[in-house]
C-alpha cells in the first residue's frame, strides 16, 4: 500500500514538472536552479499556478473557465483539510504539505484574484495601474511567498523582494497577453483607464468610454508606462539583495526572465504586436536565456 502511495506521488511530482515545462518554460528553467530539496515543492506550488492561468484560456466557454477555477478554490479547502482528491497537482500539494509549511492564505488570495478577474466583463477595464499591481502581487508574488516558505526559508527581506518580483513579472506578463486578448475579443481589458486616457486610446461611444484598437503609437506609450513601473519594482527588489539571505537568491531568479521581457520590450520600441517577442525564450535566443540564467544563479544573485 505504501508502495503504491510512494508511486502515486512520484506520478504527481511528474505531471508537475511536465506542465510546468509545457506551459510555463521560462520559470521552468528557474526551478532547475533551486536546491534538490526544494524542487519537488516548487514544481507543485508553480504547477498549481499553471493550471489555474491557464484555466480562462483553454475554456471553450468563460462558465467553463469560471467553474475550474471554483473548483481550484474548494479543492484548496480540501487540500488543507487532508482529503483525498483525484488531481496529480492537488496530490503533489498535499504531499508537500505533509513535510513543509505553506500558507493555505497564499493559495487562496491566488485563485480568488483570478475568480474575480474572470467574472469581470470585457469592457470593465480596471481604473489604475495600482489595480494591475495588486493582481500582480495576489497571483504572482504568492506564488514566490510560497515557494520560500515551503522551503522553510522566513525572512522579512526577502518576501519584500518577492512582492516586488511578483509584481513586476505579473504586470509584464499581462502586457504580453495584449495582442491575444486583442484578438479573442477586440479589447485591451489589461490597459488601465487612466494610463489609456493619457494616452489618446479612450473614445466616448454612446456616453461610455471605449479602448480604441489602431493607435500604435498610443498603445506603445501606455505599455512604455506600465513596463516602467514593471521595471521599478525589480530595481527595488535588487537594491534589497545585499540583504537577502542566501538561500533564498535562487527562489527569487524568476527576476531574471523578468528583466529579459522588459530588454525585449525594449528592442522593440514597446511595439507588443512585434513578433519577436514570440521568439525564442521570452523574445531572447534559447543558449543565451540559459547562459544567463546559470550565471546569475552561479553567482548568487537574481
Not at 240 to 250: D, H, I, M, N, T
Request: proline share 5%; aromatic share 8%.
Amino acid at each position: 500500500m505504501e508502495t503504491k502511495s510512494m508511486s502515486g506521488a512520484r506520478a504527481a511530482f511528474s505531471y508537475c514538472v511536465q506542465q510546468v515545462r509545457n506551459y510555463d518554460y521560462h520559470h521552468y528553467l528557474c526551478l532547475l536552479e533551486l536546491p534538490p530539496n526544494m524542487r519537488k515543492s516548487a514544481f507543485a506550488i508553480r504547477a498549481f499556478n499553471v493550471e489555474t492561468a491557464r484555466a480562462m484560456d483553454i475554456a471553450s466557454d468563460p462558465r467553463i473557465g469560471l467553474m475550474r477555477l471554483l473548483w481550484w478554490q474548494e479543492a484548496i479547502d480540501k487540500i488543507f483539510s487532508n482529503k483525498l482528491i483525484e488531481h496529480p497537482v492537488a496530490q503533489a500539494l498535499s504531499s508537500v504539505l505533509s513535510e513543509h509549511k505553506i500558507s493555505k492564505s497564499w493559495l487562496k488570495r491566488s485563485v480568488e484574484a483570478r475568480i474575480n478577474d474572470a467574472k469581470r466583463e470585457v469592457t470593465d477595464i480596471p481604473q489604475t495601474i495600482e489595480d494591475l499591481e495588486r493582481y500582480a502581487e495576489d497571483t504572482m508574488s504568492t506564488i514566490l511567498y510560497s515557494t520560500l516558505q515551503a522551503g522553510g526559508i522566513n525572512s522579512t527581506v526577502a518576501d519584500h523582494a518577492a512582492s516586488h518580483i511578483g509584481k513586476a513579472s505579473g504586470l509584464l506578463l499581462l502586457i504580453k497577453s495584449l495582442p491575444y486578448h486583442a484578438g479573442r475579443n477586440r479589447h485591451f481589458p489589461y490597459i488601465p483607464l487612466t494610463v489609456a486616457e493619457k494616452h489618446g486610446l479612450l473614445v466616448n461611444q454612446s456616453g461610455q468610454s471605449e479602448m480604441v484598437m489602431d493607435s500604435r503609437e498610443g498603445l506603445c506609450n501606455a505599455v512604455f508606462e506600465m513596463a516602467s513601473v514593471a521595471n521599478a519594482h525589480l530595481e527595488k527588489a535588487r537594491e534589497l539583495a545585499g540583504k537577502v539571505p542566501s538561500e533564498a537568491r535562487p527562489v527569487l531568479l524568476p527576476a531574471v526572465p523578468t528583466q529579459v521581457v522588459l530588454d525585449t520590450l525594449s528592442r522593440v520600441n514597446f511595439d507588443v504586436f512585434d513578433p519577436r517577442l514570440g521568439r525564442g525564450i521570452l523574445g531572447a535566443p534559447p543558449l543565451w536565456y540559459q547562459l544567463k540564467l546559470k550565471w546569475y544563479s552561479w553567482r548568487g544573485k537574481y
